[in-house]
């Protein structure tokens, strides 16, 4: 008796899921709860994960508090190197046809490449359902033009090996169909889950405590600024735009949660800017809910974005945001509802919007209460596990597996 012949209860869904490493950022914590909130639709997951790259921190322990069994790819890792992607290429298929999953899911770029390669490897026992989450994409503000053609014609080409392709956003979406990687019919729209109560629960007088901590007294507008230090990012228009911000006269303080690469060249730019005074370097932190507790406001002006965690998290906390209208943050941030769009690298604009919620304590808790309200229920993970459920349900039944399931809940 073949494995879709035999009951469900007995041999569950075999999922693969593929991440090129748990660091700080919106797919780890999206993985785990993904692989953790499946178990209970009948559905047995193995995550496979690489290796952190140089000056990255960690999130594997969101995996482990859900007690998600992590399979390590020391290969796989965020840097291009052929001989070392494709020996994890043929290990990633060798576990495939030792564990013969269901379905194979890739997530992040270069976790799609690797995991729709080794599928390809596996010859014989490539998985029925190949899907590959986009969290963003790497093909434009990431590299130069001519590889990021070279990265637009690879995305076309794996489209093909895939069943299904995920957007995280519509925006995300649009893109991609935009660069041509697929057609609009491939692609689904399933937007992030987060636990976000558990990230930014903040108990009464949290507020006061983690700012008398970190030396700002409340009089003070203190913005937050939450990621990995790395170009895309462009932590140096934050600092701009909060120098100039201190120009109109706004006593403004700044707070970076986070680390990364680059660190080293920011603090030396706010040095430069005459700003670092007025800097808090708080490096990479698990708890991130005493600082969203602490600040006023956030603040994203990167250049690419999929779905950012740190601006639906400030919503969820009741910060509104300041970002740039690229990716998939406009479907994140209502333009002067809960937040404000500027675009890239107008730090002017960036400067004046903060501005205006700096002299404007109501607006404030105006914008943060919407944007709480409305993100609490959009982005919950409860919401995330029933969209994947019903698009791997969709996808067995094609393909003449709906016997494993387990009937809904």
Request: charged share 25%.
């Amino acid at each position: 008796m073949s494995a879709a012949e035999r009951p469900a209860a007995e041999h569950p869904v075999r999922v693969m899921r593929v991440i090129a490493r748990l660091n700080m950022g919106g797919p780890a914590l999206h993985v785990s709860y993904l692989a953790a909130g499946l178990e209970e639709r009948g559905y047995a997951t193995t995550l496979v994960s690489g290796t952190l790259a140089r000056g990255e921190s960690s999130m594997a322990f969101v995996a482990d508090r859900l007690g998600v069994r992590v399979v390590p790819l020391p290969e796989l890792g965020r840097e291009i190197s052929p001989l070392r992607d494709i020996v994890a290429a043929w290990k990633l298929a060798r576990l495939v046809r030792e564990e013969r999953p269901h379905i194979l899911h890739t997530h992040t770029a270069k976790a799609g490449t690797i995991g729709r390669l080794a599928a390809l490897l596996a010859g014989s026992a490539r998985p029925p359902i190949v899907v590959h989450t986009f969290h963003g994409h790497v093909l434009s503000g990431y590299f130069d033009p001519v590889r990021a053609r070279a990265f637009r014609l690879l995305e076309r080409a794996l489209a093909h090996v895939a069943t299904a392709l995920v957007a995280v956003s519509p925006e995300v979406r649009d893109e991609l169909v935009r660069f041509g990687v697929a057609p609009r019919s491939k692609f689904v729209v399933i937007r992030l889950g987060i636990e976000l109560e558990k990230r930014v629960h903040a108990e009464p007088g949290l507020r006061e405590a983690s700012r008398r901590q970190l030396g700002v007294t409340p009089d003070r507008f203190f913005v937050g600024w939450v990621g990995r230090m790395t170009g895309v990012k462009r932590v140096d228009d934050v600092l701009v735009g909060i120098a100039r911000l201190r120009e109109l006269g706004v006593d403004a303080v700044l707070g970076l949660v986070g680390d990364g690469p680059d660190r080293e060249g920011i603090e030396r730019r706010a040095g430069e800017l005459g700003i670092i005074r007025h800097c808090l370097f708080l490096g990479y932190q698990e708890e991130v809910a005493p600082f969203y507790a602490a600040f006023d406001a956030v603040v994203l002006p990167s250049a690419n974005e999929g779905t950012p965690v740190s601006v639906i998290e400030s919503l969820a906390a009741g910060r509104p945001v300041v970002a740039t209208r690229v990716g998939g943050v406009p479907d994140v941030v209502q333009d002067g509802v809960d937040g404000f769009l500027v675009d890239t690298g107008d730090t002017e604009a960036l400067a004046q919007q903060l501005a205006v919620l700096a002299r404007d304590p109501e607006l404030r808790a105006r914008m943060g209460e919407g944007g709480r309200e409305r993100i609490l229920a959009r982005y919950a993970v409860d919401r995330l596990i029933d969209d994947i459920d019903l698009l791997y349900r969709s996808l067995l039944e094609s393909k003449g597996l709906g016997g494993l399931l387990r009937p809904r809940s």
